[in-house]
């Protein structure tokens, strides 16, 4: 499959506890964003690289957020101290370079944070 | 006010139904527009792009009005397999990140 693929695809952790984690983009795709999802609404961009610059940030992703993509290639997301608002699915997807190019996602991380 | 508006459903038709989901958006810099569908607790798929000129796609035709800041889903002949979530989907600035509605939830029922 050479899709995005992220995992893991469903983590469980403690308020407070850090979670990390990872998605692997289409292999010849230099875009890379990260968006995340709540129950009933649409999915809201979080942050977007091009290689490994990372060239935008939304306001939603607070300061116990970081994200990086070190060699262009994986990106890991990051959460310290987590809250129970985190609790979400976390999507990443892919694109070519160019403006409108398609936007592949992933299967999402689905995190429950207790 | 949200950057993309729609009406979040459901939607109940019966098979072979013509259905049609309407969507405005706010920010009249938008570029491009999209419909993505996502099933159940799947990651959304990219459905169609929207034009001015309008376009379809087999059963599925959309249509932008840049004027009213409005895009549209015309689905015809609902089938089963069409039951899933239509995020209308706006792409704006020059970090090409998306924008999406809250979704419109589609049931095709027998």
């Known amino acids: 499959d050479t899709g995005v693929s992220q995992n893991p695809r469903h983590k469980i952790t403690k308020r407070g506890q850090n979670v990390t984690f990872r998605c692997d983009p289409i292999?010849?795709?230099?875009?890379l964003y990260w968006y995340r999802q709540t129950l009933g609404q649409g999915p809201e961009f979080l942050t977007y690289f091009q290689n490994e610059a990372q060239l935008e940030k939304s306001r939603l992703l607070s300061d116990r957020f970081s994200a990086e993509r070190p060699k262009g290639s994986f990106s890991t997301l990051e959460i310290q101290r987590t809250e129970q608002g985190d609790s979400a699915m976390y999507l990443c997807a892919s694109s070519s370079s160019g403006y409108g190019e398609t936007q592949y996602f992933g299967p999402g991380t689905r995190l429950l944070v207790l | 006010r949200k950057e993309v508006e729609q009406d979040p459903g459901p939607f109940n038709v019966p098979e072979g139904a013509t259905v049609a989901f309407n969507c405005t958006y706010s920010n009249s810099a938008s570029q491009s527009f999209f419909w993505y569908r996502q099933d159940c607790r799947k990651e959304p798929k990219l459905l169609m792009s929207?034009?001015?000129s309008g376009n379809e796609d087999g059963r599925f035709t959309a249509q932008l009005n840049r004027a009213s800041q409005y895009i549209s889903l015309l689905i015809r002949d609902s089938k089963l397999s069409d039951s899933a979530t239509y995020l209308c989907v706006v792409l704006t600035g020059t970090a090409s990140k998306l924008t999406f509605g809250t979704g419109t939830r589609l049931q095709v029922t027998l």
């Open positions: 292999s010849e795709h230099n875009r």
């Open positions: 929207v034009y001015s």
